[in-house]
């Protein structure tokens, strides 16, 4: 087998790559030789930065900026794909947003806007992204979902239920792409240091981390590489038998019951 993380000559779509883990993990999949569409919303300066770095590999960067929340911001998105590249191989479904708040302040508006960008946007990104991954006879979806589909986070109602729904749409995307070649997974990541955790109230809290790290049985937190590292595991042929799952990396953090 040739090296089966050499993705010389591939394509790879990673919303929300601007920041955070969609960065590391655009990066990742860069240095093992994949041309990268970046994605962002509102923070162009990161995108371009990072869209900079993968050009010095060697590599093609394309920005996009597009709301994957709209409909009208997945078309826009896959168009300039389309006009761009003749295939694609990687869709890396990272980008989330949502409101943080108790279920009894929860608002209708919030609950759309979460729903639409964590969950529906992969279910349409997916719609448009199958037709170019034939061309290039398969290919790979990576969902970045959260412990809190499952799990009681504080203030995460609405995206516990979103990323619940998005790990849904990963089994059944799994069975029904599995004749044309592509594999559907996600994974699961514990707490990684990103601006997203300024969103959180209790993450006032300074002894949040301090009590996460010595809660993680690995003894440090996972951080946005660790996550870009499985993501080319899941991409590469090695994991072709892996279907529908959802992979946790976390450290260790889940499995004790606590004291
Ligand atoms: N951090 C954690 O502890 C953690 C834990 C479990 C799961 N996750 C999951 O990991 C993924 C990445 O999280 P992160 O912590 O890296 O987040 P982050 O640092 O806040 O970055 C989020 C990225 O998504 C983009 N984005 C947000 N809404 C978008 C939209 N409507 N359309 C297009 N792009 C959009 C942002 O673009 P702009 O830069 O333009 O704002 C940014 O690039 C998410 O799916 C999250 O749920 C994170």
Known sequence: ?????????????????????????????????????????????????????????GRKALVVRANIGKMDGLDTLFSLVRENFDSLDFLIANAASGFNRPAMQQKESGWDHTLNVNARAFLFAAQQAVPLMKKSGGGKIVAITSPGAERVLPDYIAVGASKAALN??????????????????????????????????????????????SNTPAGRLVTPQDIANVAVFLCSPLADMIRGQVIVVDGGYTLPVPD
């Open 1 to 57: 087998m040739n090296n089966p993380f050499d993705f010389s000559g591939k394509v790879a779509l990673v919303t929300g790559s601007g920041r955070g883990i969609g960065r590391a993990i655009a990066r990742q999949l860069a240095l093992n030789g994949a041309d990268i569409v970046i994605n962002y919303v509102h923070n162009q300066e990161p995108a371009e930065e990072i869209a900079k770095e993968i050009r010095s590999f």
């Open 168 to 213: 849904a749409l990963v089994r059944y995307l799994a069975v029904e792409l599995a004749p044309q070649h592509i594999c559907v997974n996600a994974i699961s990541p514990g707490i990684v240091e990103t601006g997203a955790l300024k969103h959180f109230s209790f993450m006032q809290d300074n002894q949040v981390i301090p009590r996460a790290v």
